[in-house]
């Protein structure tokens, strides 16, 4: 009975020290259950998740406790402990975005409000911390909890912020369904809620510039019972469609805050209806379905275009005309590439590449406008259904010409422009290319991949270099509009810089950046981890990454475990500095005074124009009294005593990092833990001096690069 006892209080203790929680994350809808000891920090907890489920870095995310029944959600501090919480078992925790500061305002919608308003945050009725990367929909059930009952139960707010112009106090509409930040919105602004009947208050000839305004027969479905029709004049501003009996009416019959409906259009026997349905992110829970009939198909496509732009269908997920920063920053995207890029070039390399006239011959206007709609909408959209392969070639080309900037960016224009009066341009477009945002690099790296494997069908599909840059030329490169006057006389430059940038990509060495490297630098949301997509080339290596080890003869018994890799010749000079860098990065030793060497050695006589591995590889050697039988390992040196009869190794040098012990034979003796962590210090030693050394070699690389341009403009001279 006391071994019982004695077991089930263990089993009680134990059950006490853990905690199950369901985890969420910015990439993901789907909620995970893990166990976490009580005893872990956030910090801690945060690391986990990151670790079991491979996502980029612990750095970028800070945990956040969803609200649960009348407790409204909070933040926990990396340095919190679990057990002092009030954390529960299947209690849900989301991994946000670090977050910033909003201060909340109740108004009542008139304009003294507005005037009378005072810039301090101690007036707020809430100031919260906030992911920026949400939308204003997303903290509705947090705000919920610090209003009054009542009056969430009857009134809808929409939300708007507060802002400040030549000393006059104004407002500007928010959607509840596009994130703070593309929206623009800063940390400690000022947020406003604005209860909607005080709108209707306002009458027709207030708005001033409306979006759309007409004469749209209405009505209403609730409980499966229709109200009658009514036509009316509507007025759709700001995200809000009011409604009056006449464009004279003193004040609005009804207003309908769109941002918390979704839009189904729906066209049949010659009605044109659209259908308005609520959602539950709402403050007040609408109940009633509204059906709007237009008089015309015009009015049908204008009324729909603009009514899912600003509903819950389409706000926030719209990517034609978008910046690429905006839609990579987004939550719950599918990968660091568009997903219209991805899909089209998927669909255009298996089903499209020997059709004549790709790219050249227009596609079918209506499937085009039908695709870009579903796009827009975020949309499951399946291309491999679309017999006309003309369309899908024209939706990629509808979408490189929407976009506010091109990928070769205004900022740029006239730098690309002068770098065709070089004698090699490309060394001067390399360098421009380097300089793009990380968002056009990584799509510029994909497109131009893809437009050389079409260029190598020219023999059926027609479409050499020069047509490729012709049709993709102005999509990829324009002016600004003040300068658009000359757009046209230099319309065959862009021509031919595309057509250089494609047929000499591999000189612009542009390798796909990894998610992890980038996800702060895109600001938002986080990309999906291990994604790779069609990327033909590899990415560049770290240095850390790019160490080698040495090759050892198969007959040579050692304790390392080690790699062979095939060098470069040496009657070869490298040709551009991405192959020098990784030929350099699998070299040891001394390395980065040799690379001082030979700087200063170039700087006298210019004959040499490139440098030789193999001189520098024994320069390197001969700095740092390294042989070529010699490895820097603490473990491979005792190993060699203890086997000087065995045969050397012969190969280039190289380092041993994170080598395997070998198994121990039967009745063999093993090391004390004294001397295994005696190897241990001197391996942790040799890592320290190395990377200290890769340091200093990458900064004479950088003086390298330089004087390399130099050499090759004189070469191509001479």
């Known amino acids: 009975k006391k071994r019982k006892e004695k077991k089930r209080k263990e089993k009680k203790e134990k059950e006490m020290s853990t905690i199950t929680l369901k985890i969420r994350w910015t990439t993901t809808k789907i909620y995970k259950l893990m166990s976490f000891e009580t005893s872990m920090t956030t910090r801690q907890a945060v690391e986990a998740v990151v670790a079991r489920n491979k996502l980029a870095s612990a750095d970028e995310y800070s945990a956040f406790v969803a609200p649960k029944d009348k407790n409204p959600g909070y933040w926990l501090d990396n340095s919190t402990i ?151 004049w509507c007025i759709f501003k700001d995200n809000i469609l009011y409604y009056y009996k006449s464009q004279s009416q003193g004040s609005a019959t009804g207003v309908l805050p769109v941002e918390y409906y979704e839009v189904n259009p729906e066209k049949v026997d010659n009605k044109f209806k659209i259908e308005l349905k609520p959602t539950d992110l709402s403050f007040s829970r609408p109940t009633k379905i509204y059906h709007l009939f237009l008089e015309s198909e015009l009015d049908y496509q204008k009324w729909t275009k603009v009514l899912v732009e600003h509903s819950a269908t389409g706000a926030g997920k719209k990517v034609f005309g978008v910046a690429l920063l905006k839609i990579l920053s987004r939550k719950d995207r599918p990968s660091d590439i568009p997903d219209v890029i991805e899909k089209t070039i998927h669909y255009l390399d298996h089903k499209a590449l020997e059709i004549e006239g790709i790219f050249r011959i227009s596609g079918s206007a209506v499937v085009i406008e039908k695709f870009k709609d579903e796009f827009d909408r975020a949309c499951d959209v399946d291309l491999n259904k679309c017999p006309d392969a003309h369309a899908v070639a024209g939706l990629l080309k509808l979408y490189l010409r929407e976009l506010p900037e091109p990928l070769l960016t205004f900022e740029f224009y006239e730098d690309f422009i002068s770098s065709m009066e070089d004698e090699v341009p490309i060394i001067k477009m390399k360098d421009l290319v380097s300089r793009l945002p990380i968002p056009n690099r990584r799509v510029l790296a994909v497109l131009l991949a893809f437009l050389r494997r079409v260029s190598e069908y020219s023999s059926s599909n027609l479409m050499h270099l020069a047509n490729l840059a012709t049709v993709f030329g102005p999509n990829l490169l324009r002016p600004r509009e003040d300068n658009a006057n000359s757009f046209a006389n230099l319309s065959s430059t862009i021509n031919s810089i595309v057509e250089l940038l494609i047929s000499e990509q591999d000189e612009l060495c542009l390798e796909p950046i990894r998610e992890h490297d980038t996800a702060t630098t895109l600001g938002g949301g986080l990309a999906k981890p291990g994604y790779s997509g069609r990327m033909t080339t590899a990415p560049v290596p770290s240095f850390r990454q790019s160490i080698i080890t040495t090759p050892v003869n198969s007959t040579t018994t050692t304790a390392t475990t080690t790699t062979t890799t095939t060098g470069t010749n040496s009657n070869q000079p490298t040709n551009n500095l991405a192959n020098l860098m990784r030929e350099i990065n699998s070299n040891s030793g001394g390395i980065a005074q040799a690379v001082a060497k030979r700087a200063s050695t170039r700087k ?115």
């Open 604 to 718: 006298e006589s210019n004959s040499d124009s490139f440098i030789n591995i193999q001189t520098l590889t024994s320069e390197a050697n001969s700095n740092s009294g390294i042989t070529n039988s010699s490895v820097i390992s603490p473990r491979v040196q005792s190993n060699q005593s203890n086997q000087s009869n065995q045969p050397q190794n012969s190969g280039s040098v190289g380092f041993v990092l994170a080598q395997k012990p070998p198994r121990q034979r039967a009745g063999a003796s093993r090391p004390s833990f004294s001397v295994l962590m005696e190897r241990v210090e001197q391996e942790i030693k040799v890592r320290t001096l190395l990377e200290t050394q890769l340091l200093e070699l990458q900064k004479k690389l950088d003086e390298e690069s330089q004087l390399r341009i130099e050499l090759e403009k004189r070469i191509v001279i001479l």
């Open 82 to 232: 679990l057990s002092t919480t009030t954390l529960q078992d299947k209690d849900i925790i989301e991994l946000k975005s670090h977050p910033g500061q909003l201060s909340f305002f109740i108004s009542d919608g008139s304009s003294k409000w507005i005037s009378d308003f005072t810039f301090n945050p101690d007036r707020a009725f809430v100031t919260l911390r906030v992911d920026f990367s949400d939308p204003p929909a997303e903290i509705i059930p947090v705000l919920e909890r610090y209003m009054d009952s009542k009056s969430k139960s009857k009134e809808e707010y929409v939300f708007h912020q507060i802002c400040q112009q030549n000393n006059q106090t104004t407002t500007r509409a928010l959607n509840a369904n596009i994130s703070f930040e593309e929206q623009e919105v800063v940390n400690s602004s000022f947020i406003a809620l604005l209860p909607v009947s005080s709108l209707s208050r306002r009458s027709a000839d207030f708005h001033k510039n409306p979006i759309l305004e007409n004469y749209i027969t209405k009505t209403n479905v609730k409980v499966n019972k229709s109200s009658s029709m009514q036509r009316r």
